[in-house]
């Protein structure tokens, strides 16, 4: 999702409790890698087929590729800030 930094995120609620910042993206980071690792099975899937939909095929690919741009900034999210 563009624009997920921590202050779009600060203070969602699951199950009635707050979570704190590093909690929401781990979660969001654990949906987004089976999300991933689904479009890559379907990915697979489909190119064994001779007559694939080669724009399906695109799209699926840029999606994956988005997924894992947005997992890498996440990460990085939890890396401690050293300057604080």
Not at 24 to 50: G, Y
């Amino acid at each position: 999702m563009a624009g997920w930094g921590r202050a779009t995120i600060r203070g969602r609620i699951k199950d009635g409790l707050v979570m704190d910042d590093d909690e929401v993206i781990r979660k969001k980071l654990s949906d987004m890698r089976i999300e991933h690792r689904d479009l890559d099975d379907v990915i697979a899937h489909l190119a064994e087929n001779p007559f694939v939909d080669q724009v399906q095929m695109r799209r699926l690919k840029k999606r994956k590729l988005q997924l894992k741009d947005q997992i890498a900034r996440l990460e990085s999210m939890l890396i401690p800030d050293l300057n604080a």
